[in-house]
């Protein structure tokens, strides 16, 4: 059953809400939806104001210019990156030894410290850690950006102020071709569309809360 496949993931998006999403969603449209869609002209793509900021986003982000990149992202979603992982710090059952890893990995010595940091300033702290994690140089990050193709595979849009396009990007680094799907969401906000990275995160709302009349369903 559907159901069966998706509970591990599910268990893993709420241990990491952020970058699992994407994830999520993908394998959703692979396994529920029989249907195969065709690739929509690249015309009718870039017709769309959306499309030149995911460009943007995406070279910027492979590229590993961070700060660069943060500011095609909404500031909701930057300050919602920060907020969870001081969650994710200040949760019950973190050890002082995670605490201390998850603090020192952004260069600070206090919980705090992160807490007050900018949306922007940890975003790029976050990604520059990771980045140093993987040992990419700047030779490394020149032949990505140099290799780098990307294929705007298809648009949906969600009223005029949502948008979600699929692309396919494709670099070399110093070891191998990689080729992935990148799903990016998009809101328009004072006409400017920008990356909304909370829109791919699951939300879930007690039925309650939606309709405070409605009883629950007899226990069989």
């Not at 920060?82 to 949760?91: A, F, G, M, Q």
């Not at 002082?96 to 890893?101: I, S």
């Not at 990356?195 to 699951?202: D, G, K």
Request: net charge neutral; proline share 6%; aromatic share 6%.
């Amino acid at each position: 059953m559907l159901i069966e496949k998706i509970a591990p993931i599910f268990r893993m998006i709420i241990k990491f809400p952020i970058y699992s999403a994407t994830c999520l969603v993908l394998f959703l449209m692979s396994s529920a939806i029989p249907t195969v869609f065709a690739q929509q002209p690249s015309a009718q793509i870039f017709k769309h104001p959306a499309a030149k900021v995911v460009q943007d986003y995406l070279r910027l982000a492979l590229a590993r210019k961070w700060e660069a990149s943060a500011q095609l992202i909404e500031p909701d979603s930057l300050e919602n990156l920060r907020d969870s992982y001081v969650r994710r710090i200040k949760r019950p059952g973190t050890t002082v030894e995670e605490e201390t890893a998850m603090v020192k990995k952004l260069g600070k010595a206090e919980v705090e410290e992160v807490a007050k940091m900018t949306p922007v300033e940890f975003y790029a702290a976050y990604n520059t850690a990771l980045q140093e994690k993987y040992d990419l140089t700047n030779e490394v990050l020149t032949l990505i950006g140099n290799t780098l193709e990307l294929r705007l595979l298809s648009i949906a849009v969600e009223g005029d102020e949502l948008a979600h396009i699929l692309v396919r990007t494709s670099h070399r680094d110093n070891r191998n071709q990689v080729s992935n799907l990148e799903l990016v969401s998009l809101r328009k906000i004072h006409d400017k569309w920008m990356v909304a990275l909370n829109e791919q995160i699951p939300t879930i709302v007690p039925l309650d809360e939606i309709d405070p009349v409605r009883k629950p369903l007899p226990v069989k």
